[in-house]
């Protein structure tokens, strides 16, 4: 079973940032949080992943809370390119370890 | 730009007619998985191979197989496929290794497979 909870859906204005929150309260020390996105019919896209530490690159930010469980997911100015599943995933950084998909929640940019 | 590839994008069987779906990458990584996805449902792994090593996943039904006859290729065998197989199959890849940025996954566009 996955081991985050996520809404399952959003609505975000285009233009506005995108706030999407991950609860992870069974997180262990040595897992990283994993975000990835699902553009209608197309695989899986990687985002971003942290450990405790907040992250940014080019697609997006992660915000990670002080006891790590929960983290939320910033796209800073959406666009309606970003309409898509997006999975928020824990799992230890060793690849044996593989991903476990939960519902996700489904973003809807707004023109 | 591709790097992992998947052939063909929509392939139609027949119940009970054995089909097979082909993934190629060129990012030369150690690491291949397969995915199911349901309508509307989140993917769910099949198995993997880290190089040659194959992985199942203890509930993948046995009319799934797979073989990876070298780096770059693998395929998914479905040996029987019923209309409950009818889905789409993604493709991934990772580096391997405990260093985290080799565990990002690779997505292929994904295989749709209709059972008629």
């Known amino acids: 079973d996955a081991k985050t909870t996520q809404p399952p859906s959003m609505d975000c204005a285009e233009g506005r940032a995108a706030n999407l929150p991950c609860n992870h309260s069974?997180?262990?020390?040595?897992?990283?949080v994993y975000w990835y996105r699902q553009i209608h019919s197309q695989g899986p896209q990687y985002i971003i992943h942290g450990l405790k530490n907040n992250e940014t690159n080019e697609m997006a930010s992660l915000i990670i809370t002080e006891d790590r469980k929960s983290s939320t997911l910033i796209l800073p100015h959406a666009t309606l390119r970003d309409t898509a599943v997006y999975y928020c995933i824990v799992r230890v950084h060793n690849y044996g370890q593989n991903f476990v998909f939960g519902p996700g929640t489904r973003l809807s940019v707004l023109p | 730009d591709a790097m992992v590839i998947q052939n063909p994008r929509y392939q139609v069987t027949q119940f009970g007619k054995p089909v097979t779906l082909s993934c190629s990458q060129t990012l030369n990584h150690n690491v291949m998985y397969w995915y199911q996805q349901k309508s509307s449902q989140a993917p769910k792994l099949l198995f993997h191979y880290y190089d040659k090593d194959f992985n199942n996943e203890a509930d993948t039904p046995d009319n799934f197989q797979s073989r990876r006859p070298n780096t770059s290729f693998c395929f998914l065998d479905i040996r029987s496929p019923g209309l409950g197989d009818a889905a789409m199959y993604l493709c991934a890849t990772s580096g391997g290794g405990p260093h985290t940025a080799k565990n990002i996954q690779y997505f292929g566009a994904g295989t749709r497979l209709s059972v008629l």
């Open positions: 069974t997180i262990s020390g040595n897992e990283y």
